[in-house]
């Protein structure tokens, strides 16, 4: 009978995340599996920060912006790596640059008073307002 010591699939530390990166109240943990001779996968999980150290995955409308400066920083954080094939990595630059280029346009369109935030939206965490 094999015990989870005799695992070679289980290691003796657990698992960790290969890098945390944030934009506004949302965070993103990448992670990083495989092996050089049997290819690399890449996985990320979000979620929100909220007050007094909790977090939700629960999202609002203007979270939206965040998650586009996320995504560019996630793109560049595994494009940075070097585990993936140069194309891999021309098309992550690409979504990076593109994603840039979006959230410049959206700057100037909010500096310029094209874009309205609702009340609802305000800002205010769900532990605030009573819906956690």
């Given at each position: 009978m094999r015990t989870e010591k005799d695992n070679p699939r289980k290691s003796a530390t657990a698992e960790k995340p290969m890098g945390m990166v944030g934009a506004g109240p949302l965070t993103a943990l990448i992670w990083k599996n495989g092996h050089q001779d049997s290819g690399w996968r890449y996985q990320f999980s979000l979620f929100r920060q909220l007050r007094a150290g909790k977090v939700s995955q629960l999202f609002r409308p203007l979270d939206l912006m965040y998650f586009i400066k996320l995504?560019?920083?996630?793109?560049?954080?595994?494009?940075?790596?070097?585990?993936?094939?140069?194309?891999?990595?021309?098309?992550?630059?690409?979504?990076?640059?593109?994603?840039?280029?979006?959230?410049?346009?959206?700057?100037?369109?909010?500096?310029s008073g094209n874009a309205a935030s609702s009340p609802e939206n305000s800002g205010v965490d769900d532990e605030e307002i009573g819906r956690i």
């Open positions: 995504l560019q920083v996630i793109a560049a954080v595994i494009a940075d790596d070097g585990c993936l094939s140069p194309i891999e990595t021309g098309v992550l630059r690409r979504v990076e640059q593109d994603l840039d280029q979006l959230l410049q346009r959206a700057s100037r369109q909010r500096s």
